[in-house]
């Protein structure tokens, strides 16, 4: 069965320190990636997605996420964290569900960023 | 120019009622779901229509209902409200492409229910 693990509930960053959010799928097939934040009383934004090609993706305020098939992860980077960055981000992986396209989501990382 | 939009942001009422949360989008997407996101921040999703046509109906409890007037659309129905319904509900829509698994998916707002 498909499923996405985000190991971190909870990471602290200092504010202008580098970051990296951990995230593991297992599914079956090949993966299409996305990475979702929701902040504090927002609906949720997309950041980025893979589906193919260059494994390394470029997405909005500065991520990045990188897609290693042979560890089934698809980690989420910032190389320096803004205040503003302070939200719970979701890792999501595209299924299939009765012949269509869903999302199964991971449980979130809520990111604090310390001045 | 919201996307996807979500009416009532937050909606508090009593055990038993009857309620809606309404969910518009103006992308000209095909498909338009409702998820739900418990107390954990665990999203699942409940529904999926495309053009009007209910093609994702998860093990959701008959007491929630939703209708699609139009592909811009797609209301929620909750009758009865229970405790356990106390949640944030989240629309969103995508292109269409239904049959793969590359559509992308944008979301509302959510709403939160609080039942008491």
């Known amino acids: 069965a498909q499923s996405v693990t985000q190991p971190d509930i909870h990471i602290t960053v200092s504010e202008g320190a580098s970051l990296e959010l951990r995230c593991n799928y297992s599914?079956?097939?090949?993966?299409?990636l996305f990475w979702y934040v929701q902040s504090p009383g927002q609906g949720l934004q997309l950041l980025l997605k893979?589906?193919?090609?260059?494994?390394l993706v470029q997405g909005i305020k500065g991520f990045e996420a990188e897609f290693k098939r042979s560890q089934s992860s698809f980690n989420l980077r910032k190389p320096s964290v803004h205040w503003s960055d302070a939200a719970e981000y979701f890792c999501?992986?595209?299924?299939?569900?009765?012949?269509?396209?869903?999302?199964?989501f991971g449980k979130g990382t809520m990111l604090l960023v310390s001045p | 120019d919201t996307a996807v939009s979500q009416t009532p942001k937050y909606l508090v009422t009593q055990m038993g009622n009857d309620k809606s949360i309404k969910c518009e989008q103006n992308?000209?997407?095909?498909?338009m779901y409702w998820y739900k996101q418990d107390s954990k921040k665990f999203l699942k999703i409940m529904f999926s229509?495309?053009?009007?046509?209910?093609?994702i109906n998860e093990t959701v409890p008959n007491r929630f209902s939703p209708k699609s007037p139009d592909k811009a659309h797609l209301n929620l129905h909750i009758n009865s409200l229970e405790l356990g319904d106390s949640a944030v509900y989240f629309c969103?829509?995508?292109?269409?492409?239904?049959?793969?698994?590359?559509?992308?998916?944008?979301f509302g707002p959510g709403t939160r229910l609080t039942v008491l």
């Open positions: 969103a829509s995508s292109q269409g492409r239904s049959r793969v698994r590359t559509d992308t998916q944008y």
């Open positions: 599914y079956g097939a090949t993966p299409y």
């Open positions: 999501a992986v595209g299924i299939m569900n009765s012949g269509y396209s869903t999302l199964t």
């Open positions: 992308l000209g997407h095909d498909t």
């Open positions: 893979y589906f193919s090609g260059d494994t």
């Open positions: 229509y495309n053009n009007k046509e209910l093609i």
